[in-house]
């Protein structure tokens, strides 16, 4: 058996709320993580931008672990964010019938009986508080992982991630790794990868997983959504602990060109822009819809060409 070897993200006190002059609570706002300063670390980030934001319509509903790949060697302990597409987010315990919650199977196949309940040890991980991703720490070695989403009582709803082979090569210690011109595919990659996967500071937020502020985009894109020290719940299905997202996104000029109001539990959004400078307004809010929990997080892009699909 597995040691204890998942580490749960770990909530800190609400943050501090400005006060507007009229004396009315406003939310305190945070920028989205910058693209980094280093000139090789930003064009490996960015040569990677079109593989973390492609829209995928070939399977209508999908989950998926998003910055992790077959084959990746990180770093111990490290981060997991999960993705599911064409539904939402709800903790256990909570009936829907278009959403549920993830679970995580470390180094054990698929459940073998459809609609058999996953059980709970080492080999299965449950995410029943509506968590959008999670810290591992696993020993040096080769494991697997691969996300099941289930519903309100944990039985399956057989849509599941492939199967990722990992090698962890050990503690996640010492100075950050950097990129080596003198061989700078194979330090790329290796630095990418312990990027993507780096856990984040302890505290309650939410923000843009896939994105930095100012990176350029082709549309169309996906945008993902990540909240750390909360739940997602649809509305209506909300209590303490728990939110759902909204996403306005604003052209240069101010105007707010779309406002997504991801009431069912969605964690990710496609959107259709024409090329130009937009900021991307992320709030995570109660279930009343106008709360705040959390300060509201800005990402700027810039959208540079249009695709076909």
């Known amino acids: 058996m597995l040691s204890k070897s998942l580490l749960p993200v770990r909530a800190l006190p ?61 770093r111990s302990p490290f981060r997991v964010d999960f993705a599911i597409r064409g539904m939402g987010v709800i903790p256990a315990g909570k009936a829907h019938p278009k959403a549920g919650h993830h679970h995580m199977l470390l180094n054990t196949p698929l459940p073998l009986v459809p609609g058999e309940k996953i059980p709970f040890n080492d080999f299965h991980r449950h995410f029943g508080k509506g968590q959008t991703g999670a810290v591992l720490a696993l020993p040096p070695g080769k494991h697997t992982l691969r996300l099941l989403f289930a519903d309100h009582d944990h039985r399956p709803y057989y849509v599941f991630s492939p ?77 303490p602990g728990l939110g759902h997202f909204l996403l306005d996104v604003r052209a240069a000029d101010g105007r707010v060109v779309q406002a997504l109001d991801l009431a069912h539990g969605a964690t990710q959004v496609a959107l259709f822009l024409a090329p130009g400078s937009y900021q991307l307004r992320l709030r995570f809010v109660d279930d009343s819809g106008k709360r705040d929990l959390v300060p509201v997080s800005e990402t700027a892009v810039q959208v540079t060409t249009q695709e076909k699909l």
């Open 163 to 239: 199967e990722l082979r990992i090698t962890v090569t050990g503690p996640r210690e010492g100075p950050p790794l950097r990129i080596n011109p003198g061989d700078l595919a194979a330090s790329c990659k290796a630095w990418y990868q312990d990027e993507l996967s780096r856990p984040r500071p302890e505290g309650q937020r939410a923000l843009i997983a896939n994105l930095r502020d100012g990176e350029p985009v082709s549309s169309p894109f996906t945008v993902r959504l990540a909240v750390d020290g909360f739940g997602v719940a649809p509305k209506g299905h909300g209590g």
């Open 14 to 74: 609400l943050a501090l709320v400005l006060i507007t002059a009229g004396g009315a609570p406003a939310p305190a706002r945070a920028q989205g993580e910058p693209l980094p300063r280093d000139e090789r670390e930003r064009a490996c980030w960015l040569q990677h931008t079109r593989e973390r934001t492609q829209v995928r319509l070939n399977e209508p509903t999908a989950v998926e672990v998003v910055n992790l790949r077959d084959g990746d060697v990180v």
